[in-house]
């Protein structure tokens, strides 16, 4: 996600980046819990489960190291469209939504940088949702 930003530019990123731990099975936010923060996995793997109103929760996607997760936050939702859930341990940078809306009109060079990262990593991550919701679709279709 860093490679290739200059030390001044790292420095200039660093203050809005808090790493968390994720244990096993920890749930880092809810479907519908307010959009607050982008996440970056650094470390073991999440979980991104989508809860129909009809049904019991959907994996749609899995998050490993270098992957974006939470993404609501980063497109100005309200709330997570989906549920996070740790299901290998390991680490993860989160950055909050206003800070990264800060950080952007006060470093716009870099900010533009860091966007445009984030935004080809929430591409690669669309694109990987898509194939396993019509793998859940295929696979549950009924094929008499």
């Known amino acids: 996600m860093f ?15 808090d790493q968390i731990p994720c244990e096993q099975d920890a749930v880092i936010f809810q479907q519908g819990q307010f959009a607050d ?5 650094e470390e073991g793997e999440v ?5 129909p109103y009809d049904g019991p929760p959907l994996v749609v996607a899995r998050i490993h190291p270098g992957g974006v997760f939470g993404w609501s936050a980063a497109l100005g939702r309200e709330a997570y469209t989906s549920a996070a ?3 290998q341990p390991g680490e993860a ?5 206003d800070s990264l809306q800060k950080f952007c009109s006060q470093h716009p060079e870099t ?13 690669e991550r669309l694109n ?8 859940i679709l295929t696979n549950g279709v009924d094929k008499k």
């Open 3 to 17: 490679q290739g930003f200059t030390p001044e530019q790292i420095t200039e990123i660093y203050p809005i980046l």
């Open 37 to 41: 923060y982008l996440y970056i996995l």
């Open 47 to 51: 979980v991104i489960q989508y809860k």
């Open 85 to 87: 859930v740790v299901t």
């Open 93 to 97: 940078i989160c950055i909050r939504k």
């Open 111 to 123: 900010g533009k940088i860091l966007l445009d990262r984030l935004a080809s990593l929430i591409s």
């Open 128 to 135: 990987s949702t898509h194939r396993e919701v019509l793998n």
